[in-house]
């Protein structure tokens, strides 16, 4: 269950709202996403707008330190690139608070539709422009990220759960070597990629143009990479992928989305994380979706 702005300690809203300038006298919490924190749209009360997110580790360690990480990545983004400005932020041991840009705009419908895919598609080719080489110091390779959850067939043929579908346990040796070459795909490239893109991390501002927020998973590969996982937002919201698939090789098309639906078939069979409870029916209705893509490729 998400905290609001309401629920933090009053020292972390005192020290926020002297970042942003001004007394909060309203704050809207934004529904999406899985952290257990807060993620507030405020406003002061000399009419400033902020978009603040804080997160305790005491609630759900991983998020703190998703957090700390996307506060390093926003400060370094350059001020060309399609993304939140950050206004500041703090991490006093007990609460790790971001303060940022508050971005008119709505996500995108979904199932998609074909002008707000290709503003997306736009975005994602001025984001890969501005963000190669990585204007971020210090961040992981996406390698680096994805190497254990990308294992997710060699975990699942080793231990196959009882209720795999057919079709996947018939077809674990060809699911480990297509992920076994998407994980070598993504080993490329020096670009910052956002490698969370979801229609609820991309916001449509009012003149038609995307904004990419939500930054905690950025890391270096290739250029492409974002606009793949563009592609398999729209398989699995609806929508035809085509257009954010075109140009990259069909075949790592197929190999880095067989890694990722590897992941969600292993994942979404643990335990919930703390403080996290929706997630793995999310999890699993992705890797549901992915499955009769998978079976028209392989």
Excluded at 150 to 176: K, Q
Excluded at 199 to 220: E, K, Q, S, T
């Amino acid at each position: 269950m998400r905290i609001g702005w309401r629920d933090l300690p009053e020292a972390v809203r005192s020290r926020a709202e002297e970042i942003i300038g001004g007394r909060v006298v309203s704050a809207a919490s934004q529904a999406g996403g899985f952290s257990p924190g807060t993620a507030d749209r405020v406003v002061t009360d000399s009419g400033r707008r902020a978009f603040v997110k804080a997160v305790s580790p005491a609630v759900n360690t991983r998020s703190a330190e998703l957090a700390r990480q996307e506060m390093h990545i926003t400060s370094a983004m350059p001020e060309h690139a399609p993304v939140p400005r950050m206004l500041g932020g703090f991490d006093d041991g007990e609460w790790v608070v971001l303060i940022l840009e508050d971005v008119e705009g709505t996500n995108p419908r979904t199932p998609w539709v074909e002008s707000e895919l290709d503003a997306a598609v736009t975005a994602l080719a001025e984001l890969a422009a501005a963000l190669t080489p990585s204007p971020v110091p210090g961040a992981p390779a996406a390698i680096e990220v994805v190497a254990g959850d990308f294992a997710g067939w060699h975990d699942i043929a080793a231990d196959p759960p009882a209720d795999l579908d057919p079709w996947l346990a018939e077809r674990l040796d060809d699911l480990r070597a297509a992920a076994d070459r998407g994980l070598a795909a993504v080993a490329t490239g020096d670009t910052l990629v956002h490698f969370d893109i979801r229609a609820d991390n991309l916001l449509i501002r009012p003149d038609g143009r995307v904004v990419i927020v939500d930054w905690p998973w950025g890391c270096v590969g290739p250029a492409w990479l974002d606009r793949l996982l563009l592609g398999l937002d729209v398989l699995v919201k609806g929508g035809d992928p085509a257009r954010a698939f075109e140009g990259i090789d069909p075949g790592v098309v197929t190999d880095v989305i067989a890694g990722i639906a590897g992941m969600f078939e292993r994942i979404h069979r643990l335990p919930p994380p703390p403080g996290i409870p929706t997630v793995r029916a999310f999890q699993r209705a992705t890797a549901e979706a992915i499955r009769p893509w998978l079976r028209g490729r392989l």
